[in-house]
C-alpha cells in the first residue's frame, strides 16, 4: 500500500505534532477536531513549530510555506474518507476511539490502513471493533513528535505483515525510527518510563526530596533532559495516571499502583503544563515547584 494521503483525527499536543511532521515529509495531510477553535490553535501551534525549526535552520522558509500548504483542516470526520492512512489521536478513551472507527469506516477506501496513537489500549480490542482488524495497528509517537525519534509500531494480533511493512516505509520516509513492540499494556516506553514517574511520585509523597531536588537527581545524575516530574507536567499527569491505572489493572501487580499523590493532584485539576500547573505552578514568568 502506497501511501500519499493521511488523515489525523485530533487536534490536540500529540494530533498537531504529527500533523507537522507528515505535511512536512510531502504527506498531503487532513486534520480533524469536533472543536473548529482547536484546528485554529493547532495551526497556530504547528506554524510556531516550524517557525522554530526555520530559525535553527533545520528547514527553509520554502519547506515551511509548502508544509503549511498541505494540511487541511475539517471538524467533519467523514471528510478524512478518501486518506489512505488514517491516525486517531483523539482523547484517551477507548468508547470515544471507539465510536470514531466506527463513524469513519463506512466512508473509508477498503486499503485503508486505520492507526491509533493511544498509548496504552489494547490494539488488539480497538481492532476487533473494526472491519478490518487485519489493516489496524497501533501507530505511538513521542512528545513533541517534531523533535522525537522513536515511534512505536504495535501490531493486533489480526495485523497482516503487510500493513506492519507499509507503516515501516511511512516511519522511514518521516526520517524517524521505529521500534516494533507486541501488544501489552503500554507497550515498551510507557512500560517502562510511567512506572519511573510514579516512582519519582511516591519519592516526593514520602519526603525522601523535594520536586527540585528530585528533578535535579535525575538530569544530573542521570542524564535524563528532564527531570521525572517536569516530564510528568509535560506528559500531562491526567495521561500519566490514566497509563499507570492500564498497567495496574491489565498487569495485575501491586507494583504498578499509582501514587496516591498522583491521583490526588489530577483530582484538584492541576493536570501540568496544559491547566498552567502540576508539581509546577507555570503562572508566573519562571516555574516555581508546588511541594
Ligand atoms: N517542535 C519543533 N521543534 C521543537 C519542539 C517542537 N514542539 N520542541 C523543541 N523543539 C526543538 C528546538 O527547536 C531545539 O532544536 P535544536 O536542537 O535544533 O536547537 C530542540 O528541540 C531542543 O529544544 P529546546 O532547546 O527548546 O529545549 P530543550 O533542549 O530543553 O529540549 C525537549 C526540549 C526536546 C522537550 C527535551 O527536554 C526532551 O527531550 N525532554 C524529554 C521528552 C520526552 O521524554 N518525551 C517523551 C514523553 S513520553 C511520550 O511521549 C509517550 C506517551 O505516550 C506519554
Redesign the pocket.
Known amino acids: 500500500m502506497d501511501v500519499k494521503t493521511v488523515g489525523v483525527v485530533g487536534a490536540g499536543q ?1 494530533g498537531n ?1 504529527i500533523a ?1 511532521v507528515f505535511a512536512l515529509a510531502g504527506y498531503e495531510v487532513t486534520l480533524n477536531d469536533i472543536s473548529a477553535d482547536a484546528l485554529d490553535r493547532a495551526l497556530g ?1 504547528i506554524g ?3 517557525d ?2 526555520v ?4 528547514i527553509t522558509e520554502a519547506e515551511k510555506q509548502a508544509a503549511l500548504g498541505r494540511i487541511s483542516t475539517t471538524t467533519v470526520l467523514t471528510d478524512l474518507g478518501s486518506s489512505d492512512l488514517i491516525i486517531e489521536a483523539a482523547t484517551e478513551r477507548e468508547t470515544v476511539k471507539t465510536a470514531i472507527f466506527e463513524d469513519l469506516q463506512p466512508h473509508l477506501k477498503p486499503t485503508t490502513i486505520l492507526t491509533s ?1 493511544t ?2 489500549i489494547s490494539i488488539t480490542r480497538l481492532a476487533s471493533r473494526t472491519d478490518r482488524p487485519e489493516k489496524f495497528m497501533g501507530f ?9 525519534q522513536l515511534v512505536e509500531l504495535i501490531r493486533g494480533i489480526a495485523t497482516d505483515e503487510e500493513t506492519y511493512h507499509s507503516l515501516l516505509k511511512v516511519v522511514e520516509s518521516l526520517g524517524k525510527t521505529a521500534a516494533s513492540a507486541e501488544d501489552f499494556p ?1 507497550f515498551i ?2 512500560r517502562i ?2 512506572p519511573m514517574i510514579n516512582e519519582a511520585v511516591y519519592t516526593l509523597y514520602e519526603g525522601v526530596g523535594s520536586v527540585r531536588s528530585i528533578d535535579e537527581s535525575m538530569k544530573l545524575g542521570a542524564n ?3 527531570g521525572p516530574l ?2 510528568a507536567d ?3 499527569l491526567d ?2 495516571l490514566a ?1 499507570m491505572n492500564v498497567l495496574h489493572e491489565g498487569l495485575a501487580d501491586t507494583k504498578y499502583r499509582p501514587c496516591p499523590l498522583l491521583t490526588k493532584y489530577v483530582e484538584a485539576g492541576w493536570l501540568g503544563r496544559k491547566t498552567n500547573r502540576g508539581f509546577y505552578d507555570y503562572r508566573g514568568e519562571t516555574p516555581v515547584p508546588t511541594r
Open positions: 500529540m505534532g507537522h501551534i510556531k513549530n516550524l522554530r525549526q530559525s535553527r535552520e533545520k496513537n498509548s496504552s505511538h509517537f513521542m512528545n513533541p513528535v517534531p523533535v522525537m503500554a516506553v510507557n518510563l510511567m535524563h533532559p528532564m517536569e516530564l509535560f506528559i500531562g495521561t500519566c497509563i
